[in-house]
């Protein structure tokens, strides 16, 4: 298994970034062999980190070297800061356009990965899940699933937040600079559900997306409340839920089943 640190210019940031890849090139025969997930074409699973966190957390936290060996897929790990994976317009960095754009456009050139939907997955947790999904929504000619683990699907509880007010997070001013004008967040396309009513009134088809929180997470009721709004709406929504908290145990439970379940016809 090969890891590369890449840094690279991104054209949608203005600024050179780093992203971390894991790619199952040099698997021994003795894991191939027999393994159906070998018969096909590597796929491609981008992982988001959380609020605070940095292009390493999934490496560090988790199993997913071993899991990229496992099921053959090449995973890509981008530096995301605290931006949601959203066009901030006031800063000019662009992370919607740097992961679904630029991103994308340099598998395609330098590794000839994640060259169609059907072999390209997004998934992350908390701001990373927010970010996998919203940028599925919106990219649905780049990813084919989404996996949103724990995800910090905040827009209902920001919405309307008055100049110098705060939640335990940060306060008015980051979230205007992240999400735009949060007197119409009920109008953006920074706002999952909204991109979800445009798609369908456009007669276009949600793509499938997973979903895991726990049930002592603080996101938990943010959480059921997308996947109902999800079901309403006639979207392919798969949502587990189980004993758990906002942490690696949690995340770690759900990563390989999440995998599996991209990895379904």
Not at 46 to 51: A, P, S, V
Not at 206 to 225: K, T, W, Y
Request: overall charge negative; some cysteine; charged content about 20%.
């Amino acid at each position: 298994m090969a890891e590369l640190n890449i840094r690279l210019f991104a054209p949608s940031l203005s600024r050179f970034t780093n992203l971390l890849m894991v790619l199952p090139i040099d698997t021994p025969p003795m894991m191939t062999e027999g393994n159906i997930h070998y018969k096909r074409p590597m796929k491609t699973l981008f992982l988001l980190h959380g609020y605070s966190g940095n292009y390493m957390d999934w490496m560090i936290g988790s199993r997913i070297g071993e899991l990229a060996a496992k099921y053959n897929i090449a995973v890509v790990m981008p530096s995301g800061d605290n931006s949601f994976y959203l066009n901030m317009e006031a800063s000019g960095n662009n992370y919607e356009d740097f992961i679904c754009k630029d991103l994308i456009n340099f598998l395609r050139n330098t590794f000839g990965l994640a060259k169609v939907p059907e072999d390209t997955f997004i998934g992350g947790f908390s701001m990373g899940g927010f970010g996998a999904i919203h940028s599925g929504l919106v990219h649905p000619e780049a990813f084919g699933k989404m996996i949103g683990l724990s995800s910090a699907l905040i827009c209902d509880g920001i919405k309307g937040m008055k100049p110098g007010t705060h939640n335990p997070v940060a306060n008015y001013a980051y979230y205007r600079q992240t999400f735009g004008d949060l007197e119409h967040l009920d109008e953006s396309m920074n706002n999952p559900k909204y991109v979800v009513k445009r798609r369908l009134e456009n007669g276009e088809k949600i793509q499938p997306i997973f979903m895991a929180c726990g049930s002592e997470d603080f996101l938990v009721e943010a959480n059921r409340d997308f996947r109902d709004f999800l079901l309403k709406n006639g979207v392919d929504v798969t949502y587990k839920e189980s004993p758990g908290v906002h942490d690696w145990n949690f995340w770690n439970e759900y990563i390989e089943p999440a995998i599996c379940w991209a990895l379904e016809s």
